[in-house]
Each structure stands twice: as C-alpha cells, then as structure tokens.
C-alpha cells in the first residue's frame, strides 16, 4: 500500500517535526512512567490508571507512527514559481460568497496544516478544490454538506511559498 503524499510548507513541516520529537522524548517518558507507577499498586487487570495509561500509550505510538509518515512522505511548497494569475497551494485569496454577500479570505494548504478557524483550508475541503486552479473575477462553486455555495474571486496574492513541490 502506497502512503498518501503530505503537502505542507516548510513551516508546517517544522511543527510536525516539532511535535514528533515532543512525543518521543517527553510524552512517551511520561506514559512509560505512569504504567511503571500504575503496575506499582499491584493487581493490574483493575487497575483504573494503568488502563489509562495503557490507552495513551497506544494513542500516542499511533500519533507517532502517523507523523512519521507524513514527515516521510512529505512535499514542500517552495518559494518562486506560483503568482497572483491563479490559486494554487500556498496561496491567499479573497473571495466573495454571492448568496450572501460576505467576503473571506482563505489561504490554500495541504492537508495537515488545514486550520479553518484560522482561515487555513485544505486544497482538498470542499473550497479548497473549487477555489484551485480558479482566476480572478471568475466564479466558482464548491458543493458543501449544506448545499453549493457559489464565491466569486475578488484576488489572489502569491505568498513567500509559490506552488513548486519539493520531496522532502
């Protein structure tokens, strides 16, 4: 089975990288202590903590081995060759909704730096997909859970990161 590519910046890879070693050396210490503490207490098959602990444990060596992968089979959006002609990875665009008139501005990223709250939104939401590719002026349609939401692209701004990807 093939791993999915990661498209990320360098930024993004940075903090995935970041919190891979978090979990390594400070998170798994910390697990590994409260089993050797919970087994401490005696009998372990009721043992409330060490059940907890257990479970953190498989919940972070999964996280683990998740950004493992992702580290491992990540692509950089670099710097240079995306412009303001186009939507494309890395870039920042504004948009107006024509239903109800309100605008946003949404910056285009893989998957796993994806932060709608923060105007961060993956190139494979909903948005994301109809807004790449788009120019400016025309109108898009993206087909949300709740319905088809036509936005129109008011401008596109090239970012420090262009659309070039880079194996890690």
Avoid: C, W
């Amino acid at each position: 089975m093939t791993e999915k590519e990661t498209v990320v910046t360098e930024e993004g890879l940075r903090k995935l990288e970041a919190e891979l070693e978090e979990l390594k050396t400070v998170h798994r210490k910390e697990v590994n202590d409260r089993i050797r503490q919970a087994k401490e207490f005696g009998d372990i098959s009721e043992n409330a903590e060490y059940e907890d602990a257990k479970q953190e444990q498989a919940f972070i060596e999964g996280r683990i081995m998740k950004l493992e992968a992702m580290i491992r089979n990540a692509k950089i959006i670099h710097e240079g060759e995306g412009g303001a002609d186009e939507v494309h990875l890395g870039s920042t665009v504004k948009v107006r909704n024509l239903k109800t008139g309100s605008e946003n501005e949404y910056t285009i990223v893989g998957s796993a730096e994806s932060d709608p709250p923060n105007a961060k939104i993956s190139n494979e939401s909903p948005i994301g997909q109809a807004l790449v590719g788009s120019k400016p002026g025309q109108t898009v349609t993206a087909t949300a859970p709740s319905g088809d939401i036509q936005l129109r692209i008011i401008s596109i701004r090239a970012n420090r990161r262009g659309s070039k990807l880079k194996n890690k």
